[in-house]
């Protein structure tokens, strides 16, 4: 599993979930049911203010593990990628990229 | 579709929760929820603000509480496992909200009521089980939420399956049934970890499995996402660990999602939930179901199940009485007039007459005879331990309350009006304050405690908010910042609210240097500073932890603890976890019994006169008292000397000329800088001027200007000006301008014809938004008609808009203009005792040691530390020889010598006198150190001189040193032992060797300052004269004598920093400094404090320019236009020939007491 941090391009469902992204030059689609939840930022670190009335995201961002195969649809394994959205911005950033033969759920 | 919130903390949970109840009860009410939970941890500590949120917002509320349990199988005082949600079920007649209380304080019960206590706040499951149930119908009146933080919920991520199981079995097994459910919440925190959805399914699970309901909650922290980052700084506050700390280990919330979701995004979290399942809508609807008819039960009837306003008192029989508590009240008045009023008649009679039955009829009218009764007992009960005590506040405004010796100022001759106090429209508990004796407040607790019983009487705490000093070191602590650096940055907050720190940044100078670091845009060094700023202001305010309230008891009938839950004091005491805002909505009857140092100041004064003077004959010699009606002396002091304070009549001519001299120093309320410009000023004749100087020193006169127009009328400068020739009856005695409440009220009466009642309720509404329109309005159409024209009218009601708000109850100043008077009358005539009984209680605003120079400037002797003649206060003592002999000085104390103990201090005197060192090693037991700083202190120099040494006080503390130093074993080098019974003197004291020079006043004084704190030998400022001579100083003693506008430099060492509001709202900084001859106060105004900067609050010896302002005839100040930190010789004004300073040693090179020398923390 690699951790870093790179812009891409998310196109999402009205529900907020996403469907496609477009990642280094490449176009993907969501093949599976995505998982979503919320992790904690280092907000200290990372920030240099954190006024009353920030409001969202300044704490946590919301990541979603999604599964995605390259387009035009290929027949191969999927990759699992980890997606953050940054909840004031809506900014997308892929943060993971897991070992695709171990997805893990909840 | 609605959703009720079942499990929310809120602010009160101090260093948990965000968001006080009024935006939490708003925020629900607005997303259409019909209730709202507060479930603060360890109490009910926002109960009844939550209360009061929900009634406003127009929804039920549900109370509770988050509580620790102890573990079943550990430790059963020490070891816990989990937390648990109570929720009190509602509509029962009190019976769940009854158990709740009682819980709580179980939960207390075993803690220590002091910080870092081993026992933490917890209560066993046995407990819980037995709360649960009603004693009476043995119905379950409590449901208890087993949720993600209680034992079961933090099982589920542990590698043991069934662990999750086996401990929800015995929470079934052990609590009644139907008293149990499941809390399912998930904050959508990562896959798997706690707060996780695939954690919330296995509780929603387990509850299936075992058939127990289970409710949705969001565990909700703060009202808004924006609140997680506070939550964040709590968290470090709480435990002491900076946020890199705590995320590593990993105790921080795992995210920020713990706010007040909607009912909408609830209902999505459900659904996320019972998807994760595997289950159906069916289940969903169960799920949101389950929750809502949790609320339902547990909906609170504020007046059925809390009593909400509806006044307690103790029952008649424990006060003592048998017949009906008012026709009780009505013969104590009747007995109470030939005490009050010997011989009154005619007119006077019947004034006196209409007026109480005006009163009696108001408080029959109201149920209130029982209050009245119940604090005259309590008065009473003070009174019969031989405490001072004093009525204070507007309880003043009652003839009752005089008649029934609550109160010591007759409202008649003040004209102070009742409906100030109590009135038909105002169905509240009326405060009534007791001021007594500080020494002796806790045994005035104690004593009420056992006079009324403990089911009936607790203490009344208090919440201590975030200001901004605490919330810049936590905010700085949660950053993982250097603490010496963040105490640098709190040293400099000086009064400001948090909230305002940036704000602060830009406009204090004092702030300036830190403004600048903050400003310069390097990211990773300045970060920190920035990120500092925001978190003090998030913490601003917030609730950090309650304490004993300084004077408020609780009392009430045998129910009282079924009302208030409680807990441990430091004191010991029970106290409740309501404060002073929650007694009215609880109607719970609060008596404000407040320690008044000068109280006690003034008794300790009163026991040294009869101690010296143990007769009539000679208090009234001593103190040139009046004659008297035989010629004897006047009938206030008593055949063996005792003077009866509270009889002494207010027109003495000597305590009038000394307040107009400005000499206040140690008198109660008018001993400040600004109070002694203004009495300079005022030059007051009579104790109404007294309460007129104590009413106009005020923030609001002193904002408004009224102090100016007031003073100029009063010595007849400008004409007195009245908007109505009505009104002069009402305004004649401030000379036309409004002062009082009382005035405001007559105002009303007089131009409207509403009665002095509503006149009362009128000016409560004064300042509110929406009120005020409405008695704008009445107020302007009642006056038209009765013919008052629209000039007069636009003019009254600019005043009264103008000062109703903050103007000053007369009866407040009444009750405080009484002990000024009696302290001043006893610095006039007693001023040794006085000034003993000020050093002993320490009553005032400046440090101790200024006292030293008034005693100077009096005449009055300080007699020195010695071994046999200080006792464990301050003595008046007649001087036996020397210069002094035969005038009365006083003797210092043993008391407060840094490093002496208790017992030590109880020991020397229980053995006094000593013949030789060797006698008071073996009686007192003193340790080595103490026994060196005594001599250090020069309390052994006569014992010295006796003995025919030739040594000198080095020598003597050299000897001690190497003792000291030798003493390995425990009676080391103690070989003058055998000596004690042989009267030859001290061979050790003779035997001492001499040799080194004698200590240098500099080093005496050094040694007073660290080891007492007050300068005694010689003035600390005296080393600096020949440096302050070259720069050219002007003393305080000659400046009164230099015209007005005079530029000069002063010096003199920091003891009093005040920031009065003042005109305009712009911050003015008052420093005094006293340099030896006398006090200076100057006054910085903005273009001074940008001079200052940081010098303003962080400097002990100060050189300032100014000009010299007259204050009055015998008044002067200073207004300062530069200062100089006296310590830093270089940076100093020398003139150009005397350029090379150098630095002579000082007394406070080396100390770090400031607090007590300057009056200065940090």
């Known amino acids: 599993m690699g951790m870093f941090s790179e812009s891409v391009d998310v196109d999402c469902a009205a529900s907020g979930q996403p469907l496609k992204l477009r990642w280094a030059g490449q176009h993907y689609t969501v093949c599976a049911e995505p998982v979503r939840w919320y992790e904690r930022r280092q907000w200290w670190a990372e920030e240099r203010r954190a006024p009353l009335g920030s409001g969202p995201g300044l704490v946590d961002h919301e990541i979603w593990r999604v599964q995605v195969r390259l387009d035009p649809q290929d027949a191969g394994e999927p990759l699992t990628l980890d997606l953050s959205r940054h909840l004031g911005s809506g900014r997308w950033r892929l943060v993971r990229i897991h070992d695709a033969l171990q997805p893990r759920t909840a | ?1162």
């Not at chain 2, 006169?609 to 004959?617: D, F, L, M, N, Y």
Request: aromatic share 6%; charged share 25%; hydrophobic share 40%.
């Open chain 2, 1 to 1162: 579709m609605s959703f009720t919130h079942l499990h929310v903390s809120t602010a009160f949970s101090a260093h948990y929760g965000v968001s006080w109840p009024e935006e939490l009860a708003q925020v629900a009410a607005a997303d259409g929820a019909s209730a709202l939970a507060c479930t603060d941890r360890d109490g009910l500590y926002g109960t009844i603000k939550h209360l009061k949120a929900c009634m406003a917002a127009g929804i039920d509320p549900l109370v509770g509480v988050d509580l620790a349990v102890f573990d079943d199988d550990g430790d059963h005082r020490t070891q816990l496992a989990g937390r648990v949600v109570v929720l009190a079920r509602g509509h029962n007649n009190g019976a769940g909200y009854r158990a709740l209380c009682r819980l709580v304080s179980d939960a207390h019960a075993r803690t220590s009521g002091k910080a870092g206590g081993a026992v933490p706040v917890a209560v066993t499951r046995a407990e819980l089980a037995s709360r649960t149930l009603d004693p009476q119908t043995l119905k379950p009146v409590l449901t208890v939420l087993i949720g993600p933080d209680s034992d079961v919920g933090r099982a589920m991520g542990g590698r043991r399956y069934l662990r999750p199981r086996t401990l929800f079995k015995r929470w079934l097994e052990a609590m009644p049934a139907g008293s149990l459910v499941a809390e399912v919440v998930s904050q959508l925190t990562t896959p798997g970890k706690p707060l996780s959805t695939a954690h919330a399914v296995r509780m929603l699970k387990l509850a299936e499995e075992h058939h127990v309901p289970a409710v949705l909650t969001n565990a909700v922290r703060y009202c808004a996402e924006d609140g997680a980052a506070t939550a964040d700084v709590l968290d470090s506050a709480r435990t002491l660990k900076s946020l890199p700390e705590l995320a590593a280990e990993p105790l921080l919330q795992p995210n920020g999602q713990a706010w007040l979701k909607s009912a909408e995004q609830m209902l999505q979290l459900g659904k996320e939930i019972i998807r994760a399942a595997g289950y159906g809508t069916a289940d969903l609807k169960q799920l949101m179901a389950q929750t809502e008819a949790l609320a339902d039960y547990c909906r609170i009837d504020p007046v059925s199940d809390m009593g909400w306003k509806q006044p307690v008192v103790p029952e008649a029989s424990v006060i003592g009485i048998s017949q009906d508590p008012h026709l009780e009240l009505v013969q104590r008045c009747e007995a109470g007039i030939g005490r009050r009023f010997p011989g009154i008649s005619g007119p006077a009679h019947k004034e006196m007459r209409s007026r109480l039955e005006h009163e009696l009829g108001i408080i029959r009218n109201l149920g209130f005879s029982s209050y009245f009764l119940t604090v005259a007992e309590v008065s009473r009960m003070i009174l019969d331990m031989g405490v001072r005590a004093a009525a204070r506040g507007s309880g003043a405004s009652s003839l009752v309350n005089y008649l029934i010796d609550v109160s010591q100022v007759d409202p008649l001759q003040h004209d102070l009006i009742f409906e100030r106090f109590l009135s038909r429209d105002r169905a509240t508990l009326p405060d009534i304050d007791i001021d007594v004796e500080s020494a002796e407040r806790h045994n005035v607790y104690r004593k009420i405690f056992d006079r009324f019983g403990a089911e009936r009487v607790t203490l009344m705490s208090m919440q201590n908010g975030y200001r901004a000093r605490g919330a810049v070191r936590d905010a700085g602590m949660a950053l993982g910042m250097d603490d010496d650096d963040v105490g640098e940055i709190a040293k400099q907050l000086w009064r400001f609210s948090a909230r305002k720190f940036r704000e602060a940044l830009v406009e204090k100078p004092e702030l300036r240097e830190f403004a600048g670091r903050v400003e310069q845009r390097g990211f990773a060094e300045n970060q920190q500073l920035d990120l500092l700023v925001d978190l003090t202001e998030r913490l601003d305010r917030l609730p950090r932890h309650i304490s004993m309230h300084p004077c408020g008891v609780i009392l009430g009938d045998a129910t009282l603890l079924d009302r208030t839950p409680v807990q441990p004091s430091g004191l010991g005491l029970p106290m409740s976890q309501f404060d002073k805002h929650d007694m009215d909505p609880m109607g719970m009857l609060k008596l404000d019994v407040l320690g008044v140092r000068m109280q006690s100041a003034m008794a300790f004064a009163i026991r040294e006169v009869i101690r010296i003077h143990p007769s009539k004959a000679e208090v009234v010699a001593a103190g040139a008292h009046p004659a008297g009606p035989d010629g004897s002396g006047p009938d206030y002091i008593a055949e063996n000397g005792h003077i009866d304070l509270n009889a002494v009549p207010l027109d003495d001519e000597p305590t009038f000329e000394l307040i107009r001299s400005t000499h206040t120093l140690g008198c109660f309320q008018i001993e400040s800088p600004g109070q002694r410009e203004l009495i300079g000023k005022m030059a007051p004749r009579e104790f109404n001027d007294l309460i007129i100087d104590i009413s106009l020193f005020r923030p609001g006169p002193m904002k408004s200007d009224m102090v100016r127009p007031f003073l100029e009328h009063r010595h007849g400068f400008a004409p007195e000006v009245y908007p109505h020739p009505d009104l002069k009856p009402v305004l004649q005695e401030t000379h036309g301008v409004t002062v009082f409440h009382e005035q405001i009220l007559k105002t009303f009466d007089v131009m409207t014809g509403c009665g002095l009642a509503r006149a009362d309720e009128f000016r409560r509404a004064l300042g509110n938004e929406v009120l005020e329109l409405k008695v704008e309005e009445f107020f302007r159409r009642e006056a038209r008609i009765r013919g008052y024209s629209p000039e007069v009218v636009d003019n009254v009601w600019g005043t009264l808009k103008a000062f109703g708000s903050f103007g000053f109850c007369k009866a407040h100043g009444a009750a405080f203009a009484v002990p000024t008077y009696q302290s001043a009358w006893l610095k006039a005539h007693h001023p040794e005792a006085f000034l003993a009984g000020l050093w002993e209680h320490d009553p005032g605003m400046y440090p101790k040691r200024l006292l030293v120079a008034e005693a100077r400037r009096l005449g009055i002797p300080i007699l020195p530390l010695d071994i046999n003649r200080s006792q464990a206060e301050y003595r008046v003592e007649r001087v036996a020889d020397g210069a002094d002999a035969g005038k009365l000085g006083i003797r210092l104390s043993l008391n407060g010598i840094y490093g002496l103990s208790g017992a030590e201090l109880k020991r020397i005197v229980a053995g006094q006198p000593y013949d030789s060192l060797a006698d008071l090693r073996a009686r007192s037991r003193l340790s080595r150190p103490s026994i060196k700083r005594l001599a250090q202190l020069g309390a052994f120099d006569s014992l010295h001189r006796e003995s025919g040494g030739a040594a000198n006080r080095a020598d003597l503390v050299q000897h001690l040193q190497k003792l000291q130093a030798a003493g390995g074993t425990r009676k080391g080098l103690d070989i003058m032992e055998g000596q004690l019974a042989l009267p030859l003197g001290d061979v050790e004291l003779r035997n001492v060797k001499p040799g080194l020079p004698a200590p240098t006043l500099v080093d005496n004084v050094r040694a007073e300052l660290d080891l007492m704190a007050i300068d005694v030998s010689g003035h600390l400022m005296d080393s600096h004269r020949p440096m302050l001579d070259r720069l050219g100083v002007t003393t305080a003693d000659k400046l009164l004598g230099l015209r007005n506008g005079t530029e000069v430099l002063v010096a003199g060492v920091r003891i009093a920093t005040q920031t009065p509001p003042m005109r305009g709202g712009r911050r003015v900084v008052f420093i005094s400094i006293d340099d030896g001859t006398g006090c200076i106060d100057s006054v910085f105004f903005h273009e001074a404090q940008e001079q200052a900067g940081l010098l303003l609050f962080g400097t002990r010896l100060l050189l300032i320019r100014g000009t010299t302002r007259r204050t009055g005839p015998r008044g002067i100040s200073l207004s300062a236009s530069m200062a100089w930190d006296l310590s830093k010789v270089e940076t100093l004004p020398f003139p150009e020939n005397q350029r090379e300073g150098t630095d002579v040693p000082h007394p406070l090179d080396g100390i770090s007491r400031s607090l007590a020398i300057t009056g200065m923390g940090g």
